[in-house]
């Protein structure tokens, strides 16, 4: 996972012409641990997330995530954000998903 201010996650996206994953979680959050422990760590997972997509993952109740709660409203955690360079989002996934979920969506996304 990147860690850098958005505008400049925003800048690098558009620079590579690549997709932002961003995960919007928050600390208190039962299923966004699980995902983080049983999903992101799969080799799979890994592989696709790391070469087609800037991976940001954001406390939404703290820092730059609490603004950015204000740009992307969500309605639950976690809140998976696939967003291009112009901070545009071209799809969004509510809930813990399994690594196949996530990894038949990120081949969705364009």
Partial sequence: FTEA???D??????AENK???????ASWCGPCKLLQKNVFTKKA????????FIN??????KGEGHALSQV??????PTLLY????GKVLKKVVGLQTPE??????????
């Avoid at 996650?9 to 558009?14: P, R, V, Y």
């Avoid at 997709?19 to 979680?25: E, R, T």
């Avoid at 992307?72 to 955690?77: D, G, I, S």
């Fill in 9 to 14: 996650i925003l800048k690098k996206a558009k």
């Fill in 5 to 7: 201010a958005w505008k």
């Fill in 72 to 77: 992307y409203p969500l309605e639950a955690y």
């Fill in 83 to 86: 967003i291009d360079g112009n």
């Fill in 56 to 61: 940001v993952k954001l406390d939404m109740e």
């Fill in 45 to 52: 997972v890994g592989d696709l997330y790391n070469t087609k």
């Fill in 101 to 110: 979920n996530l990894i038949a969506i990120g081949k969705s996304v364009k």
């Fill in 19 to 25: 997709v932002i994953f961003l995960d919007a979680y």
